[in-house]
């Protein structure tokens, strides 16, 4: 098969690691595989060096939402090459494939809630073709049960649930914890200034962690300036060995989004045999057990500071009674699974 991926420029998010994986481990399997990425900026991530990486020239102003999406939306359609698969990923990237529908198959991969993207009434334009996407009859992929009920009640369509992967080489966990004198607390994100994230959630719990001595790790690609702030300790992962090294060197690990359509990072926690607090953003509910795999809390400060408190009393309680179920709930979600979903939809929707 030939498959090609269309991009607005890859970045340093799960959804795009995704996307990459995907690519690397296709062509591994004999597919052919493009790119298509709008842009000069280096892909992020290990690719394949038998992907074929299409860059295309491209500039426009992202503080000109409706400018930029439509420029790149005719960049994108001018050129896809033909193929047998475009695999649009994100919401924008439907129509240029579709435009294409004579040089091959569009498939939907719906990695998050992306119709609600835009929400002021200066931009409805761009709401009224995310919300169409949706309701295209071609095959739509998304990573969970949350996000499949959302596309089925909001547009009426039937969506294929393909979850990630966590590559357990990397994810793994190190040798058993034991309580610190500091404990080391986690938080991991490409982009922590994204209110959606719950950055400042955490960091309102922290600061009334009073007497109790800690260091707030955080994960990020973001530009942030924490440094008067002494027990905060930034990381800029170059690649995933580097962050689950991170993961591997704390004790708690944080997820406190409102909304996700799955939670990669939460599982690659587990997988690290962390103890891992949770707020419910949908998507982590097709694995994420409350007192089973990890600790699922309301998204406050003061329910996170609670929580903090009490793991810190009886840290080898909440790690012997916990990381055992959430490392064996990681290593259900496996490379060759998700792959083999993927290769399997390809091959149908051609047929």
């Known amino acids: 098969m030939i498959i090609t991926i269309p991009s607005f420029g890859l970045g340093k998010t799960g959804g795009d690691r995704v996307l990459t994986v995907l690519a690397n481990n296709l062509v591994k399997r004999g597919h052919a595989v493009n790119i298509v990425n709008l842009g000069k900026k280096l892909v992020p991530f290990e690719l394949s060096k038998k992907v074929n990486l299409i860059s295309v020239p491209f500039s426009a102003d992202k503080k000109d939402p409706v400018n930029f999406i439509f420029k790149g939306i005719n960049k994108l359609s001018n050129n896809l090459p033909a193929c047998d698969i475009y695999l649009a990923n994100w919401v924008y990237t439907v129509l240029p494939c579709i435009a294409n529908n004579d040089k091959g198959k569009t498939v939907f991969l719906a990695q998050a809630n992306e119709a609600k993207e835009f929400k002021k009434p200066s931009l409805k334009i761009l709401n009224a073709i995310s919300y169409e996407a949706y309701k295209l009859n071609i095959p739509i992929i998304t990573p969970s049960s949350y996000l499949q009920k959302e596309i089925k009640t909001r547009f009426d369509n039937n969506a294929i649930i393909i979850p990630p992967f966590v ?13 610190h004198e500091k404990l080391r607390l986690l938080f991991v994100s490409s982009n922590i200034k994204n209110k959606n994230k719950g950055f400042d959630i955490l960091l309102k719990a ?22 008067e ?18 993961y591997r060197n704390c004790d708690i690990f944080f997820h406190l989004s409102k909304e996700e359509g799955f939670g990669l990072t939460l599982l690659e926690a587990m997988a690290s045999g962390l103890v891992c607090v949770a707020t419910d953003s949908g998507g982590i509910n ?15 400060s003061k329910a996170v500071a609670s929580m903090i408190r009490k793991i810190h009393k009886d840290f080898e309680f909440f790690q012997n009674n ?8 990681a290593r259900i979600y496996t490379e ?16």
């Open 322 to 329: 916990l990381t055992p179920f959430s490392i064996e709930t």
């Open 167 to 179: 590559n357990s080489n990397l994810f793994k966990p190190g040798k058993q914890k034991q309580k």
């Open 229 to 246: 702030n002494k027990n905060i300790i930034i990381h800029k992962p170059k690649d995933d060995r580097e962050l689950s090294e991170i």
């Open 286 to 300: 097709d694995f994420a057990i409350n007192n089973k795999n990890c600790l699922i809390v309301e998204r406050s």
């Open 206 to 227: 922290c600061s009334n962690l009073k007497n109790m001595p800690f260091e707030l790790h955080v994960a990020t690609q973001s530009d942030i300036d924490l440094k």
């Open 336 to 351: 060759e699974k998700m792959i083999d979903s993927f290769e399997d939809l390809f091959a149908k929707t051609i047929a």
